[in-house]
T-cell receptor, first 112, second 114 residues
């Protein structure tokens, strides 16, 4: 069956370091992959979309890679700040047209 | 900016009550979704709608129904609330398919069923 895996353990890093979050999937061949940010008690907010033919995508301090052979996406935040502390979700298109399946998310905690 | 508004942030209901959760979007989006989010289980799709009066079951539709009478409004109905429906409920909308399929979420409704 289709499965999306994100590290359920929180990632704790120091301010200024690069945070790297992982999204692994099995039994999918997605045309694209998305990353969302979710703050406590709020709905997810879209960050980045990367297509299957793109190896890497950047937006300000964010970088996403997509390896369709490894079936993995990496999400990097460079020069991390306490304000980057949140849960980050990856999402893949599944089934009918606009449906997405979300990973369970990884909580990032950036400390001073 | 796209705005998705959920009618309540917090709701407390009793077992057996009929519960309505309302969601309104202001961007003329075709597709709307209802999810529930529970610790360790992530976001799970309850129902979605790709047009007015059209709906499809998601992964966990049991105990829920939906209504979409107008394009901008998508309602989730708990016919007879049960304690296992205590959860965070999130509504989302999206304009299109493929790489236009960016989902915009409401702030969520935290429902407690006692």
């Amino acid at each position: 069956s289709q499965k999306i895996e994100q590290n359920s353990e929180a990632l704790n890093i120091q301010e200024g370091k690069t945070a790297t979050l992982t999204c692994n999937y099995t039994n999918y061949s997605p045309a694209y992959l998305q990353w969302y940010r979710q703050d406590p008690g709020r709905g997810p907010v879209f960050l980045l979309l990367i297509r299957e033919n793109e190896k890497e995508k950047r937006k300000e301090r964010l970088k996403v890679t997509f390896d369709t052979t490894l079936k993995q996406s990496l999400f990097h935040i460079t020069a991390s700040q306490p304000a980057d502390s949140a849960t980050y979700l990856c999402a893949l298109p599944t089934g009918t047209a606009s449906k997405l399946t979300f990973g369970t998310g990884t909580r990032l905690q950036v400390t001073l | 900016d796209v705005k998705v508004t959920q009618s309540s942030r917090y709701l407390v209901k009793r077992t057996g009550e009929k519960v309505f959760l309302e969601c309104v979007q202001d961007m003329d989006h075709e597709n709307m979704f209802w999810y529930r989010q529970d610790p360790g289980l992530g976001l799970r799709l309850i129902y979605f709608s790709y047009d007015v009066k059209m709906k499809e079951k998601g992964d966990i539709p049991e105990g829920y129904s939906v209504s979409r009478e107008k394009k901008e409004r998508f309602s989730l109905i708990l016919e007879s609330a049960s304690t296992n429906q205590t959860s965070m409920y999130l509504c989302a909308s999206t304009l299109g398919v493929g790489t236009k399929n960016i989902q915009y979420f409401g702030a969520g409704t935290r429902l407690s069923v006692l």
